[in-house]
């Protein structure tokens, strides 16, 4: 059981360079959620779906396209890399149960992503 | 808009001894609230939520929490502290599928 994956865990882009961090979870959940974790900020969200071809935006999404063609996949793209977006990043689900979205959200290993 | 306070950001216990962690959150109305623990290199991992009810909830590893309205806190709690909960904790409040994480506190524990 795979749980959720991201890959890759480890990217170093240039400046400008379009990047795309792929996220994929085997529970069929409904809800999935892009991050950004800098220090002294926790987690900030970026994106999040809540089916398949459903999108929204979160706290900072400026820079940030996500597409949700099947349940289980929600990429990431950079479109044109900046330093500041040099981060960690997770990727979360959560199923769609009770209080739709506020159920636990269960996290990726993350992906650190360098911008020279 | 909502947001979650941590003012520790750093705390230090010994080993055995009690702990609480402070966590204030900022909206009208009460969120869901989150209690979430990360190890180093690792995603979060759930510890416990609070969505309505007995305001005392227990969550895994032997920790707890209190919702108190009246001061806007959910604080986290355990009695003895072990080595192996070393780690970044993370309140995190939750309302109309917005999600806002504090900016964590980070434990380290003393043999």
């Known amino acids: 059981d795979a749980g959720i994956t991201q890959s890759p865990r480890y990217k170093i882009t240039e400046t400008g360079r379009q990047v795309t961090l792929m996220c994929h979870q085997t529970w069929s959940h409904s809800y999935m959620f892009w991050y950004r974790q800098d220090l002294g900020h926790g987690l900030r969200l970026i994106y999040y779906s809540a089916a398949a071809d459903i999108t929204d935006k979160g706290e900072v999404p400026d820079g940030y396209v996500v597409s949700r063609s099947k349940t289980e996949n929600f990429p990431l793209t950079l479109e044109s890399a900046t330093r500041s977006q040099t981060s960690v990043y997770f990727c979360?689900?959560?199923?769609?149960?009770?209080?739709?979205?506020?159920?636990?959200?269960?996290f990726g290993p993350g992906t650190r992503l360098t911008v020279t | 808009a909502q947001s979650v306070t941590q003012p520790d950001i750093h705390i230090t216990v010994s080993e055995g001894a009690s702990l609480e962690l402070r966590c204030n959150y900022s909206y009208g109305a009460t969120p869901y609230l989150f209690w979430y623990v990360q190890s180093p290199g690792q995603g979060l991992q759930l510890l416990l939520k609070?969505?309505?009810?007995?305001?005392l909830v227990q969550g895994i590893k032997g920790f707890e929490a209190e919702f108190k309205r009246s001061q806007s806190s959910f604080n986290l709690r355990k009695p003895s502290v072990h080595w192996s909960d070393a780690a970044e904790y993370f309140c995190?409040?939750?309302?109309?599928?917005?999600?806002?994480f504090g900016a964590g506190t980070r434990l380290t524990v003393k043999p």
């Open positions: 979360a689900s959560s199923d769609s149960t009770g209080l739709a979205g506020a159920n636990e959200q269960y």
């Open positions: 995190a409040s939750y309302n109309n599928n917005d999600m806002r």
């Open positions: 609070y969505f309505s009810g007995d305001t």
